[in-house]
Each structure stands twice: as structure tokens, then as C-alpha cells.
């Protein structure tokens, strides 16, 4: 199992008086095989899904129980690989007459843009058991990246979570938006990249389309993530802007968003809170483990990263941060 960061060490203790006692995280989404092909290498049945990276970012921080759905094709190996992180999978079930969910992606030269290949949801498509009774308690909640019918079939199962984190992607903007909004009127945060949050939001200024999220969707923050340009949070208290961390050794840029999201919201559960600052603190720590999860394909980097390395990254983006006075 990974090391943990504890927060009380490294938090100003005048930001945070008086830590609330850390919170279990309970990330949905999808575990799947990608097939990866990259301006200078490609990769087969990577091990991928937004749950996959997400879970594996917030064990980092917290508890992290992983609930999905794989087919009989699902590897021991893989399954081993996230317990042997510290992923709880009890709430991942097997259906062993169908297909795990398979993705593939072409990244364009740059490694901004990419185009899906090919989706198949396999057994995704599939009614699934109830989570776990106990983890109906879950107080921070990841809906990762999924099909926002299935993100609301979560949502319905659990006890008023203190914290909701949506994510999601183009796809359901164009073919599932009711949907999707309904999820993003119950998120504490609704997150999107830039594209996205200008085609939901029908606007091409990114503090236009942020502020016009905010105001409509009911979701109580926003954040608007902009890849090596890094990510704006939308807030009720005001808005936040963070740098990238700067990555030389890009190798693949897939989970970056879902590390993201799962490092956030696991910092979150770890301090006990997600008011505006701790917020911050959290995308500190989140772009620090999405800068990580691009270094390598599939999840290897997540599982090879230690804590002295997050920490140090997230050391520099404080330096790269501050202004003088
Ligand atoms: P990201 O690069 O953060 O957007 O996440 C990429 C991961 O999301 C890959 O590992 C895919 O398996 C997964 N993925 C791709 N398309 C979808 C989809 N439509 N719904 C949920 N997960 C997806």
C-alpha cells in the first residue's frame, strides 16, 4: 500500500484550525482497457477508466473505495494492482459473461487534443448491484467521468454526502445533457475541462462560460481545468487560478483529469472539509498528481509515485505561486 500525505504536518495551522477527523472517499466511474496511441508511442489494454486513476489518486490522502463494474475479461493482475494501492474494491462488481469497458484513444502532435477512437461499454451498459451498505454513509463523493444516468443511480443510493464532486466529458454534454445537468445541480463542484465547459455553456471566454456554469447549473463551485495551462476555480467566496505543474517528460496525457479529480476530492476528505480554502489547498495537491499520472502510460506513474515526490511538486508550485509583499 502507498504512503499517506497527513495533512496536520504541512497545513499552516492558522488556515485550518482544528482539522475535522479524515473522511473515507467513495469514487464511481469506469474501469477500463485502453488502447493508447501517442505522438511517439502507443500502448494496448492499458489499464485505464476514470475510477481506475481517480481512486489510485486519492488513496494518496484517504480511503478510497472504488465502486464500478468490470467483465470476466477483467485481469487478477489489475484487480491486484489497485488493492496493493490501497483501493477498497468491494464495490467493484464482476459480471463474468460480459466485456469490460474499452476505450482508444490518438493524441494530435501537441498532446492537447485528442480524438476517440473507439468506446465500448461492455458491461457499463449493465443494471449493477447496490453499492455496500456501509459505504451509503460516504461522506465525499467522486462521480467520475460516466454516463450521468448511472452517476444519478449513485447519487440516489446515498445518505446526504457532505461533499459531491461531478466530472464528465463531451460525449454526455452531446448526448446526454439533461441528464448531466441534473447531476450538476447536486455537485458541490462540478468539473470540466475548457472545451466542455464552452459547449455546455454555449460561451467562448473562459470566465464567461465559468460564471455562467456557476450561476445556472446550480452546482455550487465550478472548476474549469486547461491542461498544461492549468485550472480556474469558480467559487461563491471568489476565483482561484492555478498554474500547471511544469512537465517536461509527457508521455501520456490519459487520467490526467480523473487524478485530478481524485487527488481533490481525496485532500478534501483527508482535511475534513471543503470550504474555499480548503478547495485550494486541494487543487494544489491535485495538480501535483495529475503532473505525475502524465509522465508514463496507463496508471504506472499513480503506482510508482511516492509521497516525497507529490510533495515536492507541490512545494514548487507554492514557489511558482508567490508574489512578493
Ligand atoms: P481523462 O484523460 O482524464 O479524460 O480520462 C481518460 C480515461 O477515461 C480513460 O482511461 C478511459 O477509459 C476513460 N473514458 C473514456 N471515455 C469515457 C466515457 N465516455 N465515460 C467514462 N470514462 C471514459
Redesign the pocket.
Known amino acids: 500500500m502507498s504512503q499517506r500525505i497527513v495533512f496536520p504536518t504541512i497545513i499552516a495551522p492558522s488556515a485550518f484550525p482544528g482539522v475535522d477527523a479524515p473522511q473515507s472517499l467513495l469514487v464511481s466511474?469506469?474501469v477500463?482497457y485502453?488502447d493508447i496511441i501517442t505522438p511517439k508511442a502507443s500502448g494496448k489494454r492499458l489499464l485505464?477508466?476514470?475510477a481506475s486513476?481517480a481512486a489510485l489518486a486519492a488513496a494518496f490522502f484517504t480511503d478510497s473505495r472504488l465502486a464500478g463494474i468490470v467483465g470476466g475479461d477483467f485481469a487478477e493482475k489489475d484487480r491486484k494492482r489497485l488493492r496493493s494501492h490501497g483501493v477498497d474494491l468491494d464495490g467493484l462488481h464482476t459480471e463474468a459473461a460480459g466485456k469490460t469497458?474499452f476505450?482508444s484513444g490518438k493524441y494530435h502532435e501537441n498532446y492537447n487534443h485528442r480524438d476517440?477512437l473507439e468506446?465500448r461499454l461492455g458491461v457499463n451498459a449493465e443494471p449493477r448491484p447496490p453499492l455496500p451498505e456501509a459505504w451509503r454513509e460516504t461522506q465525499f463523493v467522486l462521480l467520475a467521468?460516466?454516463a450521468p444516468t448511472l452517476q444519478l443511480a449513485v447519487l440516489g443510493q446515498l445518505h446526504e454526502p457532505r461533499f459531491v464532486l461531478a466530472d464528465t466529458?463531451n460525449?454526455w454534454i452531446e448526448t446526454a445533457r439533461k441528464d448531466l445537468l441534473r447531476v450538476a445541480a447536486h455537485a458541490n463542484l462540478f468539473v470540466l475541462n475548457e472545451s466542455e465547459a464552452e459547449l455546455l455553456s454555449g460561451e467562448s471566454n473562459l470566465f464567461f462560460s465559468g460564471r455562467k456554469l456557476l450561476k445556472e447549473t446550480g452546482a455550487r463551485s465550478v472548476l474549469v481545468k486547461k491542461g498544461e495551462h492549468g485550472a480556474l476555480l469558480f467559487h461563491r467566496e471568489g476565483l482561484f487560478a492555478l498554474p500547471a505543474y511544469p512537465v517536461t517528460d509527457l508521455r501520456d496525457?490519459?487520467?490526467?483529469?480523473?487524478s485530478f479529480a481524485g487527488a481533490l476530492v481525496g485532500v478534501l476528505a483527508a482535511l475534513g472539509r471543503s470550504d474555499f480554502t480548503a478547495l485550494k489547498l486541494a487543487m494544489l495537491y491535485a495538480t501535483a498528481v495529475a503532473s505525475l499520472t502524465v509522465e508514463s502510460f496507463s496508471c504506472d506513474r499513480l503506482e510508482s509515485a511516492g509521497v516525497t515526490e507529490i510533495e515536492s511538486r507541490a512545494a514548487a508550485l507554492r514557489e511558482m505561486t508567490r508574489l512578493p509583499g
Do not use: E, I, K, R
Not at 496525457?253 to 480523473?258: E, L, S
Open positions: 466511474g469506469t477500463a485502453d485505464g477508466g476514470s486513476y469497458f476505450w476517440t468506446t467521468n460516466d466529458m460525449l496525457p490519459t487520467g490526467a483529469g480523473d
